[in-house]
């Protein structure tokens, strides 16, 4: 008998189909991991599973009967509790307030019985075997403390199903380790648990069972006991097509852009490297490797300790966004809805944001001039727009990342940086940003392609680096490996 | 189609189409309201403020917020009023004397907006805060220097910037038109102020598109302050003395303008054309109910209640867009 029950459960997008036809289902007292790589639909499945999103078709069955999910409360009120990446947690509260948030134990009217209320935090916490002071506020916790509580909050409702998003991301070996602990203890108790990870050697350790879902199709359910790590990396990815990159693309041998012994405490170490003339240098890591903090200390958006940045061979200074600008050095952030666009204002003002000054003459800037640039970019990218006057939020994924990429094309930069320029784009567009980014080669421009997908990465690049908690450790030819190979090379600790 | 258009024309202009309808009731309803001198009156009323109000659309595009406005208009003209008498005691003649004030007043001005910008960028403190303190600072400061007396020290002639006309026109009202006009090219026509857009509208990707974040919250917060300190010049030259209880509760009447004139409180979005409307609007809703003669009282109440219903048309419109 499944506690919890996803029945051809369908889930579209204007464009996308993010889940389709997927049929699960989660028995008590067993650790089910859910896993595929981004954009494999597993966000979306949780969302639906959790009542915050509503499936276009299809039902959710609890104990085998079948229930309207409408809320997240809902859902919860059916015992199904959730434990996200973010935690919802009030810092200047105290844990056992926290653990019992809209739900104190009231004497007489609206006084809150605290005898009361430290019990049963307290007794929540016992029964997960956790130790912690219920009257200390959650702020002064640590990130794993918090996740405990976190833990306990959505526990204390007895919940039959609970969800755990990539709990263990920002956690140490050791704090994985009691997490570990205590994910088994509660899956003893009878609870049925869902794991998402994107670790697999995390998997081997907790999970009883993984389902794999690739590009919004469950793909397979497998026991961990019975599998190997090959077969789910096969499961995961698919057969990988390794398309051809054009064969005219040559680095040069002067390099553009050269950092040394580039260090932040925390994020990366020691970080070498250096790009070429028309070379375009990929960085594979996995989430968490430090792959996105290293690219955006090298143009300024967040500080390093130590070690040094050269553009053309001269000595970065003072490292920020605008030095770097005017250095001709281009960045396309990874957030692009809140990090590279102004999602309120027009298109055209967003392809004119970075080049703003290029495009005045004497800080006066014309419609006519800023014109020329959008029609420019917008023909280049082959932006789909019906008038630039447009909000830019009303454009699809794949035309926003376009507007970003156009945003520095203006800037004539010399080096661009891009960082997961792909995430939630579609195919053609994919294919579209790869063919910008060989024409950039082509012109002698150097650029560095941070992405999760290796298939991408062995595509586009002339040559890539492996990041691994913090540090490069290895350099391959997209020549010489495989995705198989370069996925198994990321992950290997 | 045209039905579409026509609605989407009334949703842009309905502050525009709210005013026409205010000055036809008035015309009818309000003895004297449609004369030549009263027009003029309404036009030296609202130059003061309004040319704060320009600056305050610049400062709230921006993201922030300038409660010191109001302050700033009385200790500006304390200030020059009392570096004229300090200047003339020296031996300086008038002449020179009270521009070397005013200067100074207006450089004041100018230093302690960039010094509120300053602290928001450095310490993140917000700008709610720090100028309602320079609120009280700026008070106690207009009070302190002149002993809480008007100090009645300016020469004749200095009236002009206040009181006087250039071809029948108020002074006042020239220097509102053209604050009008060179802000209203800043805000659409310079890298700076499309740049003062992109910092409202999200400060995270203007920062990470290369645009100085810094130096535009400095500017524009001294841009603000530096209007408001030429306001209380020329408050000061139309009651011909420094006064610290001039401008009282300024800073409500120049924030509700720039809000009836449909700028976003959240930053990134407003027209300084949309001001001009609003800042006409409270001034000839203030004489129009004078006229009527309503009682100062009930004044207050409407004032509110347009400030509310200004955000409410503005939040409807902006979640049916």
């Known amino acids: ?493 | 189609m045209m039905r579409q258009r026509v609605l989407t024309w009334t949703r842009n202009s309905i502050m525009e189409l709210v005013l026409i309808l205010l000055c036809l009731i008035l015309a009818f309803q309000a003895e004297g309201f449609f004369s030549m001198a009263n027009l003029l009156n309404v036009l030296r009323n609202i130059s003061m403020q309004g040319i704060i109000a320009f600056g305050m659309t610049m400062v709230i595009i921006s993201g922030e917020i300038d409660l010191s406005v109001g302050s700033a208009v009385a200790f500006a003209g304390c200030l020059t009023a009392y570096l004229t008498q300090f200047l003339s005691n020296l031996g300086l003649p008038l002449v020179t004397a009270l521009p070397l004030a005013m200067l100074a007043s207006l450089s004041l001005g100018f230093a302690i907006g960039a010094l509120t910008g300053l602290i928001r960028v450095r310490f993140g403190v917000p700008t709610f805060i720090i100028t309602l303190a320079w609120m009280t600072v700026l008070t106690g400061s207009a009070e302190l220097i002149t002993g809480g007396f008007p100090l009645t020290v300016f020469p004749e002639w200095y009236n002009f910037f206040g009181g006087g006309y250039v071809l029948g026109i108020p002074f006042p009202a020239i220097v509102f038109v053209l604050v009008f006009v060179l802000t209203q090219i800043l805000m659409d026509y310079t890298s700076f102020g499309r740049s003062v857009y992109a910092v409202g509208g999200n400060i995270e990707a203007a920062r990470l598109s290369g645009i100085n974040v810094v130096r535009i919250k400095i500017l524009v917060m001294a841009a603000v302050a530096c209007l408001a300190a030429l306001a209380g010049i020329m408050q000061s030259a139309q009651i011909m003395s420094g006064a610290a209880t001039t401008a009282r509760g300024w800073e409500l009447d120049v924030i509700a303008s720039v809000i009836i004139g449909g700028t976003s409180l959240m930053g990134g979005e407003g027209k300084i054309r949309g001001t001009l409307i609003g800042v006409i609007f409270l001034g000839i809703l203030v004489n129009g109910m004078t006229l009527l003669n309503i009682s100062e009282y009930w004044q207050h109440v409407v004032r509110g209640v347009l400030i509310l219903s200004a955000v409410l048309i503005n939040r409807i419109n902006t979640a049916s867009r």
């Open chain 1, 1 to 493: 008998m499944y506690k919890l029950e996803a029945i051809h459960i369908h889930k579209k997008y204007p464009g996308t189909i993010a889940l389709d036809d997927v049929s699960l289902g989660f028995e008590g007292g067993k650790v089910h991991a859910l896993i595929g790589k981004n954009g494999a639909g597993k966000s979306t499945l949780v969302k639906i599973l959790a009542g915050s999103l509503a499936p276009t078709r299809g039902e959710i069955r609890v104990d085998g009967i079948p229930v309207p999910l409408r809320s997240p409360s809902d859902a919860f009120n059916r015992g199904i509790a959730t434990v996200y990446q973010e935690l919802s947690l009030v810092p200047g509260l105290s844990v056992a307030e926290n653990i019992l948030l809209g739900r104190m134990p009231k004497r007489r009217g609206p006084f809150i019985d605290w005898v009361a209320a430290y019990a049963q935090a307290e007794q929540t916490l016992v029964g997960m075997q956790v130790q912690l002071e219920v009257r200390q506020p959650v702020g002064g916790l640590s990130f794993a403390q918090q996740q405990m509580v976190e833990i306990a909050k959505a526990m204390s409702c007895n919940p039959s199903v609970l969800m755990l998003d990539e709990p263990t991301s920002a956690l140490s070996r050791h704090e994985t380790q009691s997490l570990f602990y205590l994910v088994r203890q509660l899956a003893n108790t009878g609870v049925a648990i869902i794991y998402i990870s994107h670790r697999l050697q995390e998997l081997r350790e907790i999970a009883d069972r993984a389902t794999v879902l690739r590009d919004g199709l469950h793909v397979g359910t497998v026991e961990m006991a019975e599998t190997t790590s090959q077969e789910i990396i096969h499961l995961m990815f698919g057969e990988t097509v390794q398309r051809e990159r054009p064969t005219d693309l040559l680095a040069g041998r002067e390099p553009l852009l050269e950092v040394r012994d580039l260090s932040r405490e925390d994020h990366f170490q020691e970080i070498d490297l250096t790009l070429h003339e028309g070379e375009i240098l990929g960085i594979a890591g996995m989430l968490g490797s430090g792959r996105t903090e290293l690219l955006r200390a090298i143009f300024g958006a967040e500080p390093f300790d130590r070690g040094q940045i050269r553009v053309l061979g001269q000595r970065v200074r003072s490292v920020s966004p605008a030095t770097m600008k005017e250095l001709g050095v281009a960045f396309t952030p990874e957030d692009r809805k809140n990090d590279g666009l102004v999602q309120s204002h027009s298109i055209r003002s967003n392809l004119c944001l970075a080049s703003m000054n290029q495009i005045a003459t004497r800080g006066f800037i014309t419609r006519a001039r800023e014109q020329v640039v959008v029609n420019e970019q917008v023909r280049r990218l082959s932006i789909k727009i019906a008038d630039s006057e447009q909000a830019v939020s009303s454009l699809s994924g794949g035309n926003q990342q376009k507007v970003v990429v156009g945003n520095w094309l203006s800037t004539r930069p010399r080096i661009i940086l891009f960082d997961e320029p792909t995430r939630g784009i579609d195919v053609q567009a994919k294919q579209q940003i790869f063919q910008v980014m060989w024409d950039l080669s082509r012109e002698g421009l150097g650029c560095i392609f941070v992405s999760s997908e290796v298939e991408e990465l062995l595509q586009v690049c002339h040559r890539i680096l492996i990041m691994q908690h913090g540090k490069i450790v290895d350099e391959v030819l997209p020549s010489a490996t495989t995705p198989e190979g370069l996925i198994v090379q990321c992950m290997e600790d």
